[in-house]
């Protein structure tokens, strides 16, 4: 192995390639031997390296230099002045982020993003040198039972990251007894606003199939399907390249370290419909089918993939799983709270400083996360409120910024984690016309399947539209409540029930906007 | 067609590949009745379940679309910046509505659920291309570079 006495880390990542990160590494790698320094400098390509909307962006060690926006006129400076002589170009060099808070319990929470930005997500060795297949090595070393496994996760807290927070263990633990069972990670992310998971899969693959394998290790499956939303076609072509990495250093296809334990990863690609992140559809839609949800009872987890037993996970969640069984239940309720051990990774976004992807401890106030990992609102407005959780997600208040958020925590606000994504939103944005956006969303994502759902989003997107319009009439706040609880109801996936949560949040913090709004139309008919 | 279709084992586990492919593979971006036999006769489905799963997923048309396919985002956090005036944008400079292409046949202008770049809102694709931190100039500047890539063959 060749040894350098410094490396340039470049993000290649789906922000990275459209600002042109390509043209920049093409350009650096050209400047380093030009100037001889090719031996000596390494450029490695890396995933995400924490901040987004800021260009192409390089991070030099062992300095802990982060550019942002660097173009490839500024290639030839950089290596002049600060590969050459040491001194960095202060004119791109980012202000150093406040790092990520170092929580309540004063410990460092980079647990799933501990490696992106960190490793060469295409090498499969980078991987294994800090530690990918540490964890399943150690359970086929120590004999390590599906059962005890299981324990293990149940014992660790983990709760599903999905936006449910159904404990994992337990999950597993339903999966009914069979010859022929499955692990789906559901990487079919679409909630508006997230995109964590697609972070994780550009960052550090390897730890996906990880933990894959351990849950199909745990509830006695042999294959894996990752299913990937179509969009990302840099996380699908990362993937592949670390199954194929892994399927030619015998850890995947065959008996894993020389055990009985065979697992095997296959992707399949989405072809664009918010409902397949619902896991039944997603199942629906594997098989070839439209993506329908199914009627439940009975759950995956009994009746599943061509009705075998199957376990669906989201990635963040899987993505958990190897360091706990590296580090043990015990060190991973080190972090978090009680009920809801570990860390949350979090995209935030909208009217933000610095709008990005962080990982916080669970109950980490939407103050620190806000002001300390984001920079503060936007210029110098006040703060109005956040969405969180995308569109099935709720609106906050500046009342809530105090409270920890944790799946709890938040529950007691009426509001949900779900897939983690917080928009930020300043002193004048509209909360009306943003409900018209997020129903005008469920409109299109209604699958149409069942009655409620199809007919009810149509008839809330007609109505917001109205009052956005300058044509609400009296009563029709309590119209859409009545709709929409309707719909929580009747509907058959959690698509249809949801509805209700933006409307029933925006009601309750912003009502005087839609009433505003309904009386200025009414006084002028 | 059938060479792509022989790629995959006869198992509609693969047909949702089986139609990314053949759409990939028919100039105008959709997926032809042909191309529907094709996969309903390979998997031995009936025509109209494939019809039932194709009009499902927002990625397939079976109609003739551009050359192009731009899909602009108009989720909550594109909207919060601009998006929707950038889609009346695109709607103007194109002279066409959403969901319909250009009499030339080079773009079909689409909008699309939440792409998952939103540190760089408001974002479009070009067929595999993302392009972020959109600004009506920039947004006219990647359609005239397209279709210059176009002239220039």
Known sequence: ?525 | MRSLLEKYPRSTEHLLDMLHDLQAAEPRNYLTRDALRAVADYLSLPLSSLVSTATFYSMYSLKPRGRHIIRICESPPCQIVGAESLIDLLQEHLGVGVDETTDDGAFTLETSSCLGVCGVAPAMMVDEELYGNLTPARVVDVIEDVRRQDAAG
């Not at chain 1, 550090?204 to 990880?210: A, N, S, Y």
């Not at chain 1, 949040?505 to 912003?510: D, E, P, R, T």
């Open chain 1, 1 to 525: 192995m060749r040894l350098a006495r410094g490396h340039v880390l470049i993000g290649i990542n789906e922000e990275g390639l459209l600002a042109g990160a390509r043209d920049v590494e093409d350009a650096l790698r050209r400047a380093l031997a030009e100037n001889e320094l090719a031996e000596e400098i390494e450029v490695i390509e890396t995933g995400d390296l924490g901040e987004t909307g800021r260009g192409v962006l390089l991070s030099v060690y062992p300095d802990g230099v982060l550019y942002a926006g660097v173009g490839v006129e500024d290639v030839a400076e950089i290596v002049a002045e600060h590969l050459l002589k040491g001194r960095p170009v202060e004119r791109l060099r980012l202000p150093a982020r406040p790092t990520t808070p170092t929580g309540l319990t004063g410990k460092q929470p980079r647990i799933v993003l501990e490696n992106c930005g960190v490793i060469d997500p295409e090498s499969l060795e980078e991987a294994v040198a800090v530690g990918a297949y540490e964890a399943m090595a150690q359970v086929v070393e120590n004999g390590i039972s599906p059962a005890d496994l299981i324990e293990e996760i149940k014992r660790s807290g983990l709760r599903g990251r999905g936006g449910a927070g159904f404990p994992t263990g337990l999950k597993w633990s339903f999966t009914a007894p069979g010859e022929e069972k499955y692990v789906v990670c559901n990487a079919d992310e679409g909630e508006p606003g997230t995109f964590k998971d697609r972070l994780i899969l550009e960052g550090d693959p390897h730890r996906l199939i990880e933990g894959m394998m351990l849950a199909g290790y745990a509830v006695g499956a042999s294959k894996g399907y990752v299913y990937i939303r179509g969009e990302y076609h840099l996380s699908i072509a990362r993937m592949q390249k670390a199954i194929d990495a892994a399927r030619e250093a015998g850890l995947l296809g065959r008996g894993v370290f020389g055990s009985d334990f065979v697992f095997d990863v296959e992707i399949k690609k989405g072809a664009g419909a918010y409902v397949c992140g619902e896991e039944t559809s997603l199942i629906e839609s594997i098989e070839g089918k439209r993506g329908y949800p199914r009627l439940k009872p009975p759950y995956p987890g009994a009746v599943g993939l061509w009705a075998k037993p199957t376990v669906v996970n989201n990635v963040e969640t899987l993505a958990n799983v190897p360091p706990i069984v590296r580090n043990g239940a015990a060190w991973f309720r080190g972090y978090g709270t009680e009920t809801c051990p570990g860390t949350k990774v979090y995209t935030i976004l909208g009217h933000i400083a610095h709008p990005g992807l962080i990982e916080v401890e669970m109950g980490t106030p939407l103050r620190t996360i806000i002001e300390t990992c984001g920079g503060g609102v936007n210029d110098g407005k006040a703060f109005k409120g956040a969405l969180i959780g995308g569109a099935a997600g709720a609106f906050v208040c500046a009342d809530c910024l105090d409270r920890p958020m944790d799946f709890d925590g938040l529950q007691e606000l009426s509001a949900v984690l779900g897939s983690g994504a917080i928009l930020v939103l300043d002193e004048d944005a509209s909360i009306v016309d943003m409900l018209d956006g997020i129903l005008a969303f469920f409109q299109h994502e209604s699958c149409g399947q069942c009655a409620p759902c199809r007919a009810g989003t149509r008839a809330l997107k007609t109505m917001i539209g109205a009052i956005r319009a300058g044509r609400g009439r009296p009563g029709d706040l309590e119209r859409l409540v009545e709709i929409a609880s309707a719909m929580q109801a009747a509907s058959l996936c959690p698509l249809g029930q949801s509805a209700i949560m933006p409307i029933r949040s925006a009601l309750q913090h912003f009502r005087g906007e839609f009433e505003s709004r309904i009386s200025a139309s009414v006084g002028i008919a």
